[in-house]
């Protein structure tokens, strides 16, 4: 067994540690007080090549493997998390639907600019009434005259509004199977007439995320806008998802690495009762469980995405992944406002903001209660 990085993945790391501390971290806080996307940055970072990792170079991508877009997800979540899910909706899911299940025609169109980073693609699953249970997927797209018509609403989209949002992968109803509903999935380009871009989600995290509801009203798009096979887009949503959960890991494992670094900072620096309170065994103990976490996480993180990258089922352990790293990401930002003490509750803080933004990595791609049902499956428990 071999757990080191390869030279390649080592000094990729070290190129996009050093964009994020140059670039992204001096604009972080105030990304968030503003609540916009920094769009200079994502700019930056497609002419970087990020948005292109794992995709073939023959459709703009730099033809890379998924521990290094893990890698790039945890070192930019690591000090933005709101980049770090905008770079991982846009490439896991988004550009990523169309990697998978796109034919030619359709990866030329949409995913050679999105692997570039000219435009961003969104993944359109979620509905006011249909989160966990996909299955309750209301929004509807049906034939007419060779145009699909869209009709229904999502909720909680990200990268659906931005000024270069290019395309949307939506998930509707189009038609029934022996009384079963029938899903798909089908390309909406932004700007189509019928579809409605919500103004910006006001979030407790992710609050520079570009997150919207959408509204479709005799949405039309030609019919070869359909994405795959009709009545494939459920288990195509499911695959994307499990890509997804691994990207959700690695924004959970930047997150508690940051905690970390910066309660063991401040508590070297922050003198009580004569002596730096970490030489207090109540705080040396948070801080080493912090560590054994981050560590752990990060291990699984990597073993998902390299089982991926190896053609192997991954399912499980990104739901493994996912889970412990995003739960342990909480634990992370609460304790690390823990050691800050009154200074933690400051807003000024960064782990203020890094309290905010861990609670919803337990909740995007699949909330820690479905990671446990897939969990569950696995070990062959009844349902």
Same mark, same amino acid.
Request: with cysteine; proline share 4%.
């Given at each position: 067994? $071999? ?33 916009? *996307?920094?769009? $200079? ?8 090549? #990020? ?14 493997? /998924?521990?290094? #877009? ?16 905008? #770079? ?10 169309? /990697? ?19 435009? #961003? ?8 009434? =249909? ?39 939506? =998930? ?34 992710? @609050? ?11 949405? @039309?798009?030609?019919?070869?806008? *359909? ?9 195509? &949503? ?12 690695? *924004? ?19 003198? =009580? ?10 705080? @040396? ?17 990597? @073993? ?18 996912? *889970? ?7 634990? &992370?930002?609460?304790? =690390? ?47």
């Amino acid at each position: 067994m $071999d757990f080191d990085l390869t030279p390649e993945q080592e000094a990729f790391r070290q190129a996009v540690r050093g964009f994020v501390d140059e670039v992204v971290a001096p604009r972080a806080e105030e990304a968030d007080r503003a609540e916009a *996307l920094p769009m $200079d940055v994502v700019r930056q970072m497609g002419e970087l090549g #990020l948005f292109g990792i794992p995709f073939p170079e023959e459709y703009g991508g730099q033809g890379g493997d /998924h521990v290094s #877009l893990a890698i790039a997800i945890e070192e930019i979540g690591r000090v933005d998390q709101s980049l770090g899910v905008t #770079l991982s909706a846009a490439v896991g899911l988004g550009a990523g639907m169309i /990697h998978r299940f796109g034919d030619e025609e359709q990866k030329r169109r949409w995913l050679v600019p999105a692997a570039r980073g000219d435009v #961003l693609g969104a993944f359109a699953i979620s509905e006011p009434g =249909a989160g966990s249970d996909t299955s309750a997927i209301a929004t509807t797209a049906r034939l007419e005259d060779g145009e699909w018509m869209i009709d229904g609403s999502k909720a909680f989209t990200t990268n659906s509004g931005t000024s270069i949002t290019g395309f949307m992968v939506v =998930a509707a109803v189009t038609g029934d199977r022996e009384g079963e509903k029938e899903y798909s999935t089908i390309v909406v380009p932004a700007g189509t007439p019928g579809l409605t871009v919500a103004p910006h989600y006001r979030k407790l995290g992710w @609050r520079a995320s570009d997150t919207h509801e959408l509204s479709f009203q005799g949405c @039309r798009v030609p019919e070869d806008h *359909l994405l795959g096979q009709r009545g494939s887009g459920l288990g195509q &949503c499911l695959a994307a998802l499990d890509g997804g959960r691994v990207g959700i890991a690695a *924004l959970s494992v930047g997150l508690s690495q940051a905690c970390l670094d910066a309660s063991v900072s401040y508590a070297g620096e922050r003198v =009580a009762f004569g002596k730096p309170i970490a030489s207090h065994e109540a705080i @040396r103990f948070k801080l080493a469980d912090m560590k054994v976490a981050v560590e752990a996480a990060r291990l699984l993180t990597y @073993r998902a995405a390299w089982l991926r990258d190896r053609g192997r089922p991954f399912t499980t352990e990104a739901a493994v992944a996912k *889970l412990y790293a995003s739960e342990i990401a909480v634990t &992370c930002a609460r304790e =690390a406002v823990q050691v800050h003490g009154g200074y933690g509750f400051i807003e000024e803080s960064a782990v203020a903001r890094y309290y905010r933004d861990s609670k919803v990595l337990e909740i995007a791609e699949g909330t820690s209660e479905i990671q446990r049902m897939v969990i569950a499956r696995e070990l062959g428990l009844p349902a």
